[in-house]
């Protein structure tokens, strides 16, 4: 169990990102602001430290380039807005398999059942977020211009004349 000035700033922003998501379960996302105030108002750390700001900013934005840290903790959704990270967000390829949520062992207790909620969390959105995608939504359309033929054989009578 590690002490509280001994958690990771990134994972202290992590913990924070989750409260907000799991107290505002409508709300998309969060300014960059409301973050910081939520680590500020937790004092997981007991007090604000100045890492915070910028591991919001920038250290743990998944799809920003590292400087240095490689977290992909958050996710810009758009400009100062920023929500937890899900499997199937965009990312920097420098940050590819990079670190996603604290470890249990570096947390203090009573944020553990944060990553419980969190995998729930996530893959409810994926799940959703896949079926809304206009890409996928298209799998299988067409299927009735050859639903009288093989698709070899569709083929073959498109390319007729080709040569």
């Known amino acids: 169990m590690p002490t509280l000035s ?25 300014s960059i602001d409301e973050i910081v105030e939520r680590a500020a108002k ?3 750390a007991g007090i ?23 977290c992909r903790m958050l996710f810009e959704s758009r400009a100062g807005r920023r929500r937890l990270f899900r499997k199937g967000d965009a990312c920097d390829p420098a940050r590819e398999s990079a670190k996603m949520t604290p470890d249990p062992d570096e947390i203090p207790i009573e944020y553990v059942d944060l990553l419980a909620w969190y995998r729930t969390w996530s893959n409810a959105a994926t799940a959703l977020s896949s079926a809304k995608d206009p890409l996928l939504a298209l799998a299988g359309s067409g299927k009735e ?18 040569e």
């Open 6 to 30: 001994r958690i990771r700033v990134a994972d202290e922003v992590w913990i924070a990102t989750a409260l907000l998501h799991r107290e505002n379960p409508d709300q998309p996302d969060f």
């Open 42 to 44: 937790q004092r997981i």
């Open 48 to 70: 604000i430290r100045p890492g915070v700001y910028v591991h919001v900013v920038q250290h743990c934005v998944a799809n920003r380039p590292p400087n240095p840290a490689r």
């Open 145 to 162: 211009l050859w639903a009288d033929e093989h698709a070899d054989a569709y083929i073959r009578r498109l390319r007729e004349g080709w």
